[in-house]
């Protein structure tokens, strides 16, 4: 497994946990286990509460369907299923693994029980979602 401090490195990339601190993302990192998926497995399905997981990619390629077309090609560094951390709903794509895929996962209760424990994380991620929100506000 990844060391807790190249995997708080991972985890900064991902823009709604970049303004966390090194220490929160220390924190957050030994909460994330280490997953594979074989090709061809479909990690999440669109229109199914297929998983609980919030998932960085570590090695390998996925590909993302919405609506059967496919939208994207992931790769190390990307990410997905952020959303399924906050919102319990149904997943709004398929990702697929195209080739052996490693990824970080981090469960919606354990990201939840971290951010229920601290003020300030709660503060920060708000605070991304509301630039966010903005952000399409403009955008319109």
Do not use: Y
């Amino acid at each position: 497994m990844a060391s807790t401090a190249a995997t708080a490195e991972r985890l900064k990339q991902v823009s709604l946990l970049s303004g966390l601190s090194k220490r929160d993302l220390r924190r957050l990192a030994g909460k994330v286990r280490e997953r594979r998926f074989k090709p061809g497995t479909a990690v999440v399905q669109e229109g199914k509460m297929s998983g609980i997981g919030f998932f960085v990619i570590t090695g390998g390629e996925a590909s993302v369907v919405v609506g059967g077309k496919e939208v994207a090609r992931l790769g190390p560094g990307d990410h997905f299923g952020e959303l399924g951390l906050i919102v319990k709903r149904e997943r709004t794509a398929t990702v697929t693994a195209d080739t052996q895929l490693e990824c970080l996962e981090l469960t919606a209760w354990d990201f939840r029980e971290f951010v229920q424990g601290d003020a300030d994380v709660s503060w920060k991620l708000l605070q991304h979602v509301a630039q966010l929100l903005l952000g399409e506000r403009d955008n319109r």
